[in-house]
C-alpha cells in the first residue's frame, strides 16, 4: 500500500507563496498510469482539485488555478510539492495530497492525513 504524508509551514503571510511537500512510500511516483494530486478543503467548504503531477512528469491544473499553482517533484526522494502563489485569506485550507491510479478508475484510492495551512498577517 501507499502511505503520502503532507509537510510544511502551517503559516503564510499574504501575497507569498504557500509552498509543500508530499512524501510517498510504499509506491514509487513514477509508476506507469499513476497520478499525483493536491487538493484542498477551506474551513466549512468542499473539496477543490488543485491539479496533478503524472508519473512522465507531465502537469495538469484547475482552471481557476492554473495562473498560481505550480506543481513538481524530486523522484530520488520520491517527493511531489505544491506552490502557490500570490496567496490571501481566501487560500487558508486543508491541504491533501492523494495518489490517482486506474484501479479506482482514476479516481483518488490514496490520500495524505491533510495539514492546514493559514494565509494571515
Known amino acids: 500500500q501507499v502511505q503520502l504524508q503532507e509537510s510544511g509551514p502551517g503559516l503564510v503571510k499574504p501575497s507569498q507563496t504557500l509552498s509543500l511537500t508530499c512524501t510517498a512510500s510504499?509506491?514509487?511516483?513514477?509508476?506507469?498510469?499513476?497520478?499525483w494530486s493536491w487538493i484542498r478543503q477551506p474551513p466549512g467548504k468542499g473539496l477543490e482539485w488543485i491539479g496533478y503531477?503524472?508519473?512522465?512528469?507531465?502537469?495538469y491544473y484547475s482552471p481557476s488555478l492554473k495562473n498560481r499553482a505550480s506543481i513538481s517533484r524530486d523522484t530520488s526522494k520520491n517527493q511531489f510539492t505544491l506552490q502557490l502563489s500570490s496567496v490571501t485569506p481566501e487560500d487558508t485550507a486543508v491541504f491533501y495530497c492523494?495518489?490517482?491510479?486506474?484501479?479506482?478508475?482514476?479516481?483518488?484510492?490514496?490520500w495524505g492525513q491533510g495539514t492546514l495551512v493559514t494565509v494571515s498577517s
Open positions: 503531477i503524472a508519473a512522465s512528469g507531465t502537469t
Open positions: 510504499g509506491g514509487s511516483i513514477t509508476t506507469d498510469y499513476s497520478y
Open positions: 492523494a495518489r490517482v491510479g486506474p484501479k479506482t478508475g482514476w479516481g483518488h484510492d490514496y
